[in-house]
């Protein structure tokens, strides 16, 4: 080891026309390979000092790697990105927000600030720095929270297909869909207990409308209920003023948050780079191999920026 350099580990590629080494030694999950999310250390530099050994610079180690946090939207659980996770070869982890799955909670009393909180903590308790923070339809409410205050934790933003009213404003004023609007203005929200989930013949036209049966069927089988009181709380964007690199995944059939409305958003936030998927609203569900293959895109992207 005189006099030598070694680095070991997987050096991942981004570029178009280098795509990287043979990923053999990732799990396979059947029809393709998966990174371990468990191993953290996929780079290393080993310098021989003479006198001293073999040292590793820590500096030089990322521990954990770039991560893609997915924050799902209203109604669903962290379960609704199941199949795109299956497609990713990024690091990837799927959040619960309170009143559901791992973060049980009362949702009549939730707010955008729980939710915000819970992602944060997620964040932290992971120890996570580069994150890919990703959020879809009304994790459009929490994404610039989130944003706002752990920044430096963050290497970029994405947002598909989320509802982004204007700062100031509520989701209830910004929906389109008007069956969507009238069952929030009239959801419960001082009783106890949650709100209803909507009706199944609405959620398919809103949710399903580029699905099969069976995806359909499974799109329902994974909805629960949804807090009404945080689409009635005002915007906030300040957090989006923080120097953090975003992107819009513009979904082009979806009928609940419209290519209009979502070009609305884009707008309202500012410097936001878009690509188009040709997708109903839960692309993560209808077309999770091409949204899996958008977000390691821009995982590679955001991993190669100064």
Not at 49 to 60: C, E
Not at 75 to 87: A, L, M, N, Q
Not at 121 to 130: A, C, G, N
Not at 231 to 256: F, K, N
């Amino acid at each position: 080891m005189d006099g030598c350099v070694l680095i070991t580990g997987e050096v991942d590629r981004t570029t178009e026309f280098e795509r990287g080494m043979s990923p053999i030694h990732q799990p396979s999950t059947g029809s393709d390979r998966q990174q371990d999310a468990l191993v953290l250390d996929n780079q290393a530099l080993v310098v021989h000092v003479a006198g001293r050994g073999q040292v590793t610079p820590s500096a030089l180690i990322r521990s954990p790697p770039m991560t893609l946090l997915l924050v799902h939207g209203g109604g669903f659980s962290s379960s609704c990105w199941d199949r795109t996770v299956t497609h990713l070869r990024s690091p990837a982890v799927a959040v619960d927000l309170p009143g559901r799955g791992s973060r049980p909670d009362d949702l009549a009393k939730v707010t955008i600030d729980d939710f915000a909180a819970a992602v944060v903590s997620e964040i932290e308790s992971r120890d996570l720095h580069d994150v890919v923070l990703v959020g879809h339809s009304l994790a459009g409410l929490t994404l610039p929270r989130v944003v706002g205050r752990v920044p430096e934790r963050l290497a970029g933003v994405v947002f598909v297909s989320c509802c982004v009213p204007p700062h100031g404003r509520s989701t209830l004023e910004h929906l389109g869909h008007q069956e969507v609007r009238e069952l929030a203005e009239h959801a419960p929200i001082s009783e106890p207990g949650p709100p209803a989930v909507l009706d199944a013949d609405l959620a398919t036209a809103i949710f399903c409308n580029d699905m099969d049966a069976e995806t359909t069927a499974y799109t329902l089988s994974i909805m629960g209920p949804e807090s009404a009181g945080v689409v009635r709380e005002a915007m906030d964007l300040s957090g989006m003023s923080a120097p953090v690199p975003r992107t819009w995944a513009r979904l082009t059939r979806d009928v609940i948050v419209t290519p209009d409305q979502q070009d609305a958003s884009i707008a309202a936030l500012g410097e936001t780079d878009v690509v188009d998927l040709d997708s109903g609203h839960m692309a993560m569900i209808s077309r999770p191999r091409e949204l899996a293959a958008i977000l390691d895109r821009l995982h590679g992207a955001y991993a190669t920026r100064p």
